[in-house]
């Protein structure tokens, strides 16, 4: 890779001297202390970075992670080679290690954006608005869309364009969000091919219902993606499920994806522990099996007796039971009654 070339010979800015005392405020752009002309006119950047001149080896290109010089970004990093930050534009694997508090130059990111859509950003946003800049200040001509398109795709790789001739604004998303806020930068109070400063911010959320049902249904795909590539990783023989997004677009928000939980019967293959329910559908087929139903007392004392004696061969699995069980081996709970009442009988008689 060639060294990266110095973009201009003098740094431009203030000096050292001329900076107000106090500390930079990312969220207000400005130094503490420092008063904000609300009514200052914009004026064109004199600067712009050329990724194909500009672009090349830093000492930063050496460190194992590094951001991108924002002096880079807007063309006029004085530094070149000796720049301790990166001088390229964000690539897919820069984008994977970007950690999602920081954007691409390092800066801290905010959970809200601020109220006239400028600044780092927000993280707090969803996936496709930190990917949208909005773009103000076009002049309405032919070929617009063209000419946007021309001069953002410097920056990274743009998945939509859309123009609003009438308003004179465009809003354009890029694939990654680093390349965004690379473009953001990079673009900041420059020219199209007419005279005109663009005014560029960050997008607001689209309010469209039809959108915002879009975006809960991609939400609800990616997540059960997420969920079945991690069950394969971890070798369950879960299959994927029928239904893998809500049809129901009232519950979309509440509906979120599951994973599957694995089978777990072989472990139980071995155990001759019966269910409650398993002896109550046993007990009920036994019950209407019998031909002869107990009428008199001491039929039902017997048929207890060969209930003990069908559980008892149940359990063991061996079919050398006695047929005769002493009365204290029996169901304490109905047989010891069974019984008294059943001598109780015989003695009157």
Same mark, same amino acid.
Request: aromatic fraction near 8%; charge should be positive.
């Given at each position: 890779?060639?060294?990266?070339?110095?973009?201009?010979?003098?740094?431009?800015?203030?000096?050292?001297?001329?900076?107000?005392?106090?500390?930079?405020?990312?969220?207000?752009?400005?130094?503490?202390?420092?008063?904000?002309?609300?009514?200052?006119?914009?004026?064109?950047?004199?600067?712009?970075?050329?990724?194909?001149?500009?672009?090349?080896?830093?000492?930063?290109?050496? !460190?194992?992670?590094?951001?991108?010089?924002?002096?880079?970004?807007?063309?006029?990093?004085?530094?070149?080679?000796?720049?301790?930050?990166?001088?390229?534009?964000?690539?897919?694997?820069?984008?994977?290690?970007?950690?999602?508090?920081?954007?691409?130059?390092?800066?801290?990111?905010?959970?809200? =954006?601020?109220?006239?859509?400028?600044?780092?950003?927000?993280?707090?946003?969803?996936?496709?608005?930190?990917?949208?800049?909005? =773009?103000?200040?076009?002049?309405?001509?032919?070929?617009?869309? +063209?000419?946007?398109?021309?001069?953002?795709?410097?920056?990274?790789?743009?998945?939509?364009?859309?123009?609003?001739?009438?308003?004179?604004?465009?809003?354009?998303?890029?694939?990654? !969000?680093?390349?965004?806020?690379?473009?953001?930068?990079?673009?900041?109070?420059?020219?199209?091919?007419?005279?005109?400063?663009?005014?560029?911010?960050?997008?607001?959320?689209?309010?469209?219902?039809?959108?915002?049902?879009?975006?809960?249904?991609?939400?609800?795909?990616?997540?059960?993606?997420?969920?079945?590539?991690?069950?394969?990783?971890?070798?369950?023989? +879960?299959?994927?499920?029928?239904?893998?997004?809500?049809?129901?677009?009232?519950?979309?928000?509440?509906?979120?994806?599951?994973?599957?939980?694995?089978?777990?019967?072989?472990?139980?293959?071995?155990?001759?522990?019966?269910?409650?329910?398993?002896?109550?559908?046993?007990?009920?087929? !036994?019950?209407?099996?019998?031909?002869?139903?107990?009428?008199?007392?001491?039929?039902?004392?017997?048929?207890?007796?060969?209930?003990?004696?069908?559980?008892?061969?149940?359990? +063991?699995?061996?079919?050398?039971?006695?047929?005769?069980?002493?009365?204290?081996?029996?169901?304490?709970?109905?047989?010891?009654?069974?019984?008294?009442?059943?001598?109780?009988?015989?003695?009157?008689?």
């Amino acid at each position: 890779m060639k060294k990266a070339r110095k973009q201009i010979c003098k740094p431009i800015g203030p000096k050292r001297s001329d900076k107000p005392r106090g500390n930079y405020n990312i969220w207000f752009n400005k130094y503490s202390g420092e008063r904000q002309d609300t009514g200052q006119s914009k004026t064109r950047a004199s600067t712009r970075c050329n990724v194909e001149k500009d672009s090349g080896e830093t000492r930063g290109s050496h !460190r194992e992670f590094s951001y991108i010089c924002l002096k880079f970004a807007r063309g006029c990093c004085p530094n070149g080679f000796e720049c301790s930050w990166l001088h390229v534009v964000p690539t897919p694997v820069f984008n994977l290690n970007l950690e999602t508090a920081k954007d691409c130059f390092g800066r801290d990111r905010h959970g809200d =954006v601020r109220d006239d859509q400028s600044g780092t950003g927000s993280f707090g946003a969803d996936d496709e608005t930190q990917r949208t800049l909005y =773009v103000g200040g076009i002049c309405e001509g032919k070929g617009s869309h +063209s000419c946007l398109y021309s001069h953002f795709k410097e920056w990274g790789e743009i998945e939509n364009v859309r123009v609003l001739s009438s308003k004179g604004v465009a809003f354009i998303r890029y694939k990654y !969000r680093a390349n965004t806020e690379f473009a953001k930068e990079a673009m900041q109070n420059q020219s199209l091919d007419k005279n005109e400063i663009l005014n560029i911010r960050w997008a607001t959320s689209d309010p469209n219902p039809w959108v915002v049902k879009r975006k809960h249904i991609e939400y609800q795909k990616r997540t059960v993606d997420t969920i079945i590539s991690a069950n394969k990783e971890l070798g369950l023989s +879960s299959e994927p499920t029928k239904k893998r997004v809500c049809n129901s677009t009232d519950n979309l928000m509440f509906n979120e994806g599951t994973g599957f939980y694995p089978n777990t019967d072989a472990e139980y293959e071995s155990s001759k522990i019966l269910h409650t329910d398993q002896n109550l559908v046993d007990f009920k087929q !036994r019950l209407n099996s019998d031909s002869k139903q107990p009428k008199t007392l001491a039929d039902l004392v017997a048929w207890s007796q060969k209930q003990v004696i069908d559980n008892k061969t149940l359990d +063991s699995g061996s079919t050398n039971v006695p047929v005769s069980i002493p009365k204290e081996q029996l169901n304490p709970q109905l047989v010891p009654d069974y019984g008294w009442a059943s001598d109780s009988t015989d003695e009157s008689d």
